[in-house]
C-alpha cells in the first residue's frame, strides 16, 4: 500500500481571471474548490492513475470535513487525524500573473505526533510512506529522526517531497526517493544552481549520500533521475502551461504508480515527467488518458554511467 502524508493540508480556492487589479473589485470568471496539499494530491493523481493510496491528513473544522468527503467521493482512502484547529483555505489568482495567499499551517503538538507514529508503525514491510508538503517548524530534530527510523526499521519505501531544513536532516536516512525542484537541490547545498549540468553534479552528491533515487524539476527545462546506475535527463513536452499547481506531485505519483508495479526506474521517470507535464496543460490534476497520450512526447537522454559514478 502507498501512504501519503500531508500535514498541512488546504482548500484550494483557485480563481481564473482576464487581469487582476491589486486594491479594485476583481471578477472571476471561472473558481474551483480543490483538495490542497502535497501528499493529498499524490493520492489524487494515484488514484486517476488506477493505483490505490491511503491518504493521511491532520485536519479540523468544516473545511477538514469538505477535504475528507472529497477524497471518499473520488474513491480514495483516508485516514485522518483530527486537529483542533479549522484547516487553512489558500487562494490561487490565475490572471496575466499567478498570486497564491496560502493560509498558515498546522502547528503539531505531541499527541499528533504520537498518532502519526502510530500509524507508520502499523505499516507493513515493502509499504511506501511518502511525506510532502511543508513541516511544521515546531517539529523537533527528534520527532523527524523518530518517524525517518521507524519507516526504516519497518521497510518501507520513504518517499520525500519536502524542502528547507527537514530535507536536509533526514537525507541521512537514505529515503527511496527525493524530488526537490533547482531552486530547493541548491538551498541543500547553500549555493546557486543554473545550468542542467550543475544540478546533475549536486543531484550526484545526493546519491553519494545515499539517496536511492533523486528526481531534480526544472519546469520547462525538463527533469533530472539519478540513482547510483545511471542519469537521464527528461525533455518535457511542449505545451500551453494552464496550471503549475500539483505538477511536481503528479510526477512523483507517475513514477510511484509504474514503479510499484515495474520496478524499473527509467520508465517510471518517462511516465512521471509525462504525469507531472499532463497536469501542467489542465486546469485540475491530470487523468490517466492525458498521462498516456503524452509519453511518447517525453524525450530521455542517457547520460554515460562513468560520469554518475565520479
Known sequence: MIYTCTIAPSI?????????????????D???????????????????????????????????????QF???????????????????????????ETELN???????????HLLLKRISLMKKGDWFVLAGSLPKNLTHSFLYELANKCNEKG???????????????????????????????????????????ALTYAKKLVQQGVQHVIVSMGGE?????TNEIAIL????????????????????????SYSQDQDARKAFQYGVASGSATAFRSDLCEKEDVDSLLD????TLIHEQDVKK
Do not use: C, W
Open 71 to 97: 477524497l471518499q467521493n473520488e474513491g480514495i482512502h483516508t485516514d485522518f487525524i483530527e486537529s483542533n484547529e479549522i484547516t487553512r483555505i489558500n487562494v490561487k489568482i490565475k490572471a496575466t500573473q
Open 297 to 300: 512526447q517525453v524525450t530521455l
Open 234 to 257: 527528461a525533455e518535457v513536452p511542449r505545451n500551453k502551461v494552464v496550471n503549475t499547481v500539483g505538477s511536481g506531485d503528479s510526477l512523483v505519483s507517475g513514477f510511484l504508480a
Open 103 to 113: 493560509g498558515p499551517g498546522l502547528v503539531m503538538n505531541e499527541e499528533q505526533q
Open 30 to 68: 471561472e473558481v474551483y474548490f480543490y483538495p490542497g496539499g502535497k501528499g493529498i494530491n499524490v493520492s489524487r493523481v494515484l488514484k486517476r492513475l488506477h493505483v490505490e493510496s491511503t491518504a493521511i491528513a491532520f485536519a479540523g473544522g468544516f473545511t477538514g470535513a469538505y477535504i475528507e
Open 156 to 198: 518501507l519505501n520513504f518517499v520525500l517531497d519536502t524542502s528547507g531544513p527537514a530535507l536536509r536532516e533526514l537525507i541521512q536516512f537514505k529515503p527511496f526517493l527525493i524530488k526537490p525542484n533547482i531552486e530547493e537541490l541548491g538551498e541543500l547545498f547553500n549555493t546557486h544552481i543554473a545550468t542542467k549540468e550543475e
Open 222 to 226: 525538463g527533469a533530472l533521475l539519478v
Open 12 to 28: 484550494d480556492y483557485t480563481t481564473f481571471l482576464p487581469e487582476f487589479e491589486i486594491g479594485a473589485l476583481n471578477r472571476s
